[in-house]
């Protein structure tokens, strides 16, 4: 039985080739701190960075100095920079320590430069943090945490002073790339927009790409990209999968999961082993010695087994009510379609993670 198709726009099925986000990295201080940073006595880089910060404040450090700082902390932070981001544009960044700070919780984050992959600056970063959780200790050790308190967001914490140039506005022709590759979609995805846009405007590139010829002006090419995001096409079926996690005993069963002909019976086979020792006492004045003599019992118990048989084109419903019945659980039904899958009765991939 064939799967109804449903229409999908094609900004859920593809994204424009070159227009991503860039990760942004830097190294930076969190100050203000109540006790909880770094030891600075196991952390040498906070002490460095320190020194290095006065430094430039005009503030000299002796050399054979080791400030004690309990309220600083080194960090480590990440942002994402998205596509066509102008300079004065803010972002969110994350913030890690990377030292033995306890808790970043109530830290302010002085002005850190935020790099690309090229090493360039993309934004600055800087301002106060919001920690999800919260800690406390008593006096005695004993102590209770809630989420991790080294890990915080700043919001809207950097400003933007560098734009990625993208490749949106140049040259005659822009490729859509498939979010999950597929000959079938992309060959659906460039005929319907041959349909709306007219013939040859579309050609499908491989299983991932579709080019299509665009106006050259930038405000033309937005206008025409727009246009061509709310075109609705008919997606691929799905490829039929089995995902099996054998750590959690969690499966996942695709929609469009068939099999074919076949009688599957499973069950549980318990061997018990019990050893008993027993203590031989030899009479008074008899001269003998007390010995353990050993004793033991082997029992065998088999539940009863589960018979399943599934017809030609069986579907998922019926499979999952045909082991539910029966009370099967999740390691049974793992053992079931694994015993499908070497006979060659199981019509899906099976995945286990």
Same mark, same amino acid.
Request: proline share 7%; net charge positive.
């Given at each position: 039985?064939?799967?109804?198709?449903?229409?999908?726009?094609?900004?859920?099925?593809?994204?424009?080739?070159?227009?991503?986000?860039?990760?942004?990295?830097?190294?930076?201080?969190?100050?203000?701190?109540?006790?909880?940073?770094?030891?600075?006595?196991?952390?040498?880089?906070?002490?460095?960075?320190?020194?290095?910060?006065?430094?430039?404040?005009?503030?000299?450090?002796?050399?054979?100095?080791?400030?004690?700082?309990?309220?600083?902390?080194?960090?480590?932070?990440?942002?994402?920079?998205?596509?066509?981001?102008?300079?004065?544009?803010?972002?969110?960044?994350?913030?890690?320590?990377?030292?033995?700070?306890?808790?970043?919780?109530?830290?302010?984050?002085?002005?850190?430069?935020?790099?690309?992959?090229?090493?360039?600056?993309?934004?600055?970063?800087?301002?106060?943090?919001?920690?999800?959780?919260?800690?406390?200790?008593?006096?005695?050790?004993?102590?209770?945490?809630?989420?991790?308190?080294?890990?915080?967001?700043?919001?809207?914490?950097?400003?933007?002073?560098?734009?990625?140039?993208?490749?949106?506005?140049?040259?005659?022709?822009?490729?859509?790339?498939?979010?999950?590759?597929?000959?079938?979609?992309?060959?659906?995805?460039?005929?319907?927009?041959?349909?709306?846009?007219?013939?040859?405007?579309?050609?499908?590139?491989?299983?991932?790409?579709?080019?299509?010829?665009?106006?050259?002006?930038?405000?033309?090419?937005?206008?025409?990209?727009?246009?061509?995001?709310?075109?609705?096409?008919?997606?691929?079926?799905?490829?039929?999968?089995?995902?099996?996690?054998?750590?959690?005993?969690?499966?996942?069963?695709?929609?469009?999961?068939?099999?074919? !002909?076949? $009688?599957?019976?499973? #069950?549980?086979? /318990? =061997? @018990?082993? +019990?050893?008993?020792?027993?203590?031989? &006492? !030899?009479? $008074?004045?008899?001269? #003998?010695?007390? /010995? =353990? @003599?050993? +004793?033991?019992?082997?029992?065998?118990? &088999?539940?009863? $087994?589960?018979?399943?048989?599934?017809?030609?084109? @069986?579907?998922?419903?019926?499979?999952?009510?045909?082991?539910?019945?029966?009370?099967?659980?999740?390691?049974?039904?793992?053992?079931?379609?694994?015993?499908?899958?070497?006979?060659?009765?199981?019509?899906?991939?099976?995945?286990?993670?």
């Amino acid at each position: 039985m064939s799967v109804p198709a449903q229409a999908e726009k094609v900004r859920n099925l593809a994204s424009i080739a070159g227009v991503r986000s860039n990760q942004l990295v830097g190294y930076g201080l969190v100050v203000g701190l109540d006790g909880t940073g770094d030891q600075t006595s196991q952390t040498p880089f906070t002490i460095q960075s320190i020194k290095n910060m006065l430094l430039q404040f005009g503030v000299s450090v002796p050399a054979d100095t080791n400030p004690q700082l309990k309220n600083v902390a080194a960090v480590m932070v990440s942002a994402s920079l998205p596509p066509f981001s102008k300079p004065g544009q803010h972002i969110d960044v994350t913030v890690s320590s990377i030292g033995n700070a306890k808790s970043l919780r109530g830290g302010t984050l002085l002005m850190t430069p935020l790099r690309g992959a090229n090493g360039q600056v993309y934004a600055l970063a800087q301002g106060n943090m919001v920690v999800g959780g919260y800690g406390a200790q008593g006096a005695s050790g004993s102590s209770t945490q809630v989420n991790t308190l080294t890990v915080g967001l700043i919001p809207n914490g950097a400003s933007v002073e560098r734009s990625v140039p993208t490749p949106f506005d140049h040259g005659q022709y822009i490729t859509l790339d498939l979010n999950t590759p597929s000959f079938t979609t992309a060959a659906r995805m460039a005929r319907a927009i041959n349909q709306a846009a007219g013939p040859n405007t579309a050609e499908p590139m491989d299983a991932t790409s579709v080019r299509v010829t665009a106006p050259a002006k930038a405000g033309q090419r937005v206008a025409f990209v727009s246009f061509l995001e709310n075109l609705e096409v008919n997606p691929a079926a799905p490829r039929a999968r089995v995902v099996v996690n054998a750590r959690t005993g969690t499966v996942i069963i695709g929609s469009n999961v068939r099999v074919l !002909p076949a $009688a599957v019976a499973h #069950g549980n086979l /318990t =061997v @018990t082993i +019990s050893e008993n020792p027993q203590v031989s &006492q !030899p009479s $008074a004045l008899s001269g #003998g010695q007390t /010995t =353990v @003599t050993p +004793s033991s019992s082997v029992s065998a118990k &088999q539940q009863k $087994a589960h018979a399943f048989v599934f017809k030609p084109g @069986t579907s998922l419903d019926s499979i999952v009510r045909a082991i539910n019945q029966v009370g099967a659980t999740p390691d049974d039904l793992i053992a079931i379609l694994e015993a499908l899958k070497k006979a060659g009765a199981l019509k899906a991939q099976l995945v286990v993670i």
